[in-house]
């Protein structure tokens, strides 16, 4: 069993929560981060991708590497300027973990990589996707095959690697889950396009779990969708948060070219969606705590 873990990006969202379950399952937790921090527990080792600078003492000792870091995809924008920030911060980061595992003497047995759906087409109704389906051509999906390229050189490594692709988290600590909340809260909640579209979604901890589940695990390499089995559709999806508040859920649907107008680009992320399927992950014996959307919402908005 593999001892210290070493996170990327592990002042995030999902870093955070697994961090806390690392450490509650006894393995030694490390974080490399923009900003270094030696006085934080656990201890954070700094590295600059502009300088292609990673602290030389991080792989000390690591034995799993666990790769979350990326700018967000939500939070700001998609000008050009930044569009180069999201593909890089993860393109250029896993480049250079890539690069130290080749020169460095090192330990590391196992990469987690964190990848998303964002991958797979969005705009194809109910079909579902599977790790070997067809892959999309916009910004989403281009970013997230370039990183997978940049996980797959380690594996060339001799080095076992996971690919998670992603899909919504849905979390108590921020997220898309609280984004969508708002407006339920208001009583304004509507369906968003045609609100028919698929989001494919976790739970945080299923997700912390399934990390901790491949560490765990020396037969699982390779991609695996990271979504429950219960996807839904923006309209169903949005009445379950309003059912479970006990708001009215009555609006008429926002009209796609309104969000448009709003997000730009990243309208896509919105209106697009895909209906993703984890049964690759669910037959390498994996179990979800909150496979179905009512348990997953009653735990985090109730519970
Ligand atoms: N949350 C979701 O719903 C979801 C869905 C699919 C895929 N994912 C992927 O999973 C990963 C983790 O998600 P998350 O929700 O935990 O993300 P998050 O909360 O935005 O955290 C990502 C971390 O990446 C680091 N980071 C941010 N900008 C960076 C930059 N320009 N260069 C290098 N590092 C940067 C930050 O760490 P420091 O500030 O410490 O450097 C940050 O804490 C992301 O790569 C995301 O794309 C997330």
Same mark, same amino acid.
């Given at each position: 069993?593999?001892?210290?873990? *070493?996170?990327?990006?592990?002042?995030?969202?999902?870093?955070?929560?697994?961090?806390?379950?690392?450490?509650?399952?006894?393995?030694?937790? +490390?974080? &490399?981060?923009? #900003?270094?921090?030696?006085?934080?527990?656990? =201890?954070?080792?700094?590295?600059?991708?502009? $300088?292609?600078?990673?602290?030389?003492?991080?792989?000390?000792?690591?034995? +799993?590497?666990?790769?979350?870091?990326?700018? #967000?995809?939500?939070?700001?924008?998609?000008?050009?300027?930044?569009?180069? @920030? !999201?593909?890089?911060?993860?393109?250029?980061?896993?480049?250079?973990?890539?690069?130290?595992? %080749?020169?460095?003497?090192?330990?590391?047995?196992?990469?987690?990589?964190? #990848?998303? @759906?964002?991958?797979? =087409?969005?705009?194809?109704?109910?079909?579902?996707?599977?790790?070997?389906?067809?892959?999309?051509?916009?910004?989403? +999906?281009? @970013?997230?095959?370039?990183?997978? %390229? $940049?996980?797959?050189?380690?594996?060339?490594? /001799?080095?076992?690697?996971?690919?998670?692709?992603? /899909?919504? @988290?849905? #979390?108590?600590? /921020?997220?898309?889950?609280?984004?969508? *909340?708002?407006? !339920?809260?208001?009583?304004?909640?509507?369906?968003?396009?045609?609100?028919?579209?698929?989001?494919?979604?976790?739970?945080?901890?299923?997700?912390?779990?399934?990390?901790?589940?491949?560490?765990?695990?020396?037969?699982?390499?390779?991609?695996?969708?990271?979504?429950?089995?219960?996807?839904?559709?923006?309209?169903?999806?949005?009445?379950?948060?309003?059912?479970?508040?006990?708001?009215?859920?009555?609006?008429?649907?926002?009209?796609?070219?309104?969000?448009?107008?709003?997000?730009?680009?990243?309208?896509?992320? &919105? *209106?697009?969606?895909?209906?993703?399927?984890?049964?690759? !992950?669910?037959?390498?014996?994996? %179990?979800?705590?909150?496979?179905?959307?009512?348990? +997953?919402?009653?735990? *985090?908005?109730?519970?």
């Amino acid at each position: 069993m593999v001892k210290k873990i *070493l996170i990327t990006g592990g002042t995030g969202l999902i870093g955070r929560k697994l961090t806390q379950l690392l450490l509650e399952s006894g393995y030694q937790v +490390a974080h &490399v981060s923009r #900003s270094k921090n030696t006085s934080t527990n656990p =201890p954070t080792f700094a590295w600059d991708l502009n $300088e292609n600078y990673l602290d030389p003492e991080a792989l000390n000792g690591v034995e +799993a590497i666990i790769n979350l870091a990326g700018a #967000s995809v939500a939070d700001k924008k998609w000008s050009e300027s930044y569009k180069k @920030v !999201i593909l890089e911060s993860r393109v250029k980061s896993t480049n250079l973990l890539f690069e130290r595992l %080749q020169k460095a003497d090192h330990q590391v047995k196992v990469f987690l990589s964190a #990848s998303a @759906v964002g991958i797979y =087409p969005d705009d194809r109704g109910n079909q579902v996707f599977y790790e070997d389906g067809p892959h999309a051509t916009n910004f989403l +999906a281009e @970013v997230t095959g370039a990183w997978e %390229q $940049e996980v797959d050189k380690i594996a060339t490594l /001799g080095i076992r690697t996971v690919k998670f692709r992603i /899909g919504v @988290v849905l #979390s108590k600590s /921020g997220g898309a889950l609280s984004k969508m *909340l708002l407006p !339920i809260k208001l009583g304004l909640g509507a369906p968003l396009g045609s609100g028919q579209q698929y989001m494919s979604w976790i739970h945080e901890l299923d997700l912390c779990r399934m990390f901790v589940f491949a560490l765990e695990n020396e037969n699982l390499k390779g991609v695996y969708n990271a979504v429950s089995p219960e996807a839904k559709t923006n309209d169903e999806f949005s009445k379950a948060i309003a059912k479970s508040l006990n708001k009215p859920y009555f609006l008429p649907n926002i009209p796609g070219f309104l969000i448009k107008l709003m997000m730009g680009e990243m309208a896509g992320m &919105v *209106l697009g969606g895909n209906n993703v399927s984890c049964k690759k !992950i669910q037959n390498a014996g994996f %179990q979800f705590k909150f496979g179905k959307l009512n348990a +997953a919402l009653g735990e *985090l908005l109730v519970g």
